[in-house]
Nanobody, 123 residues
Framework: QVQLVESGGGLVQAGGSLRLSCAAS????????MGWFRQVPGKEREFVAT????????LYADSVKGRFTISRDNAKITAYLQMNSLKPEDTAVYYC????????????????WGQGTQVTVSS
């Protein structure tokens, strides 16, 4: 069982940066791939980035590639999403998720989810 708690969201101007954190519980965190997703009202949850359990491989949505960086610290059982050059279209609730072993683009592949943190980018 893994419990996830996101933090770090907030209001930022376009072009600014935010760093989201996802604190996990459970001794087997290092065996879980981590993903970040986002959702706006009326739309489906959207893939943002994922990182393998070892941290050796990452994947990004085209819309955030080159601006966002996913990372993890297994010793601190925490995953991160560094968001730079933010745009108004990045405004959403951001969720972290955990999937045993392999990473995935698909929300339905993730068994554990945090409660979400709001990111608002003003123009």
């Amino acid at each position: 069982q893994v419990q996830l708690v996101e933090s770090g969201g907030g209001l930022v101007q376009a072009g600014g940066s935010l760093r989201l954190s996802c604190a996990a519980s459970g001794r087997t965190f290092s065996r879980y791939a981590m993903g970040w997703f986002r959702q706006v009202p009326g739309k489906e949850r959207e893939f943002v980035a994922t990182i393998t359990w070892s941290g050796g491989s990452t994947l990004y949505a085209d819309s955030v590639k080159g601006r966002f960086t996913i990372s993890r610290d297994n010793a601190k059982i925490t995953a991160y999403l560094q968001m730079n050059s933010l745009k108004p279209e990045d405004t959403a609730v951001y969720y972290c998720a955990a999937r045993y072993y392999g990473s995935s683009y698909y929300p339905s592949d993730y068994a554990y989810w945090g409660q979400g943190t709001q990111v608002t980018v003003s123009s």
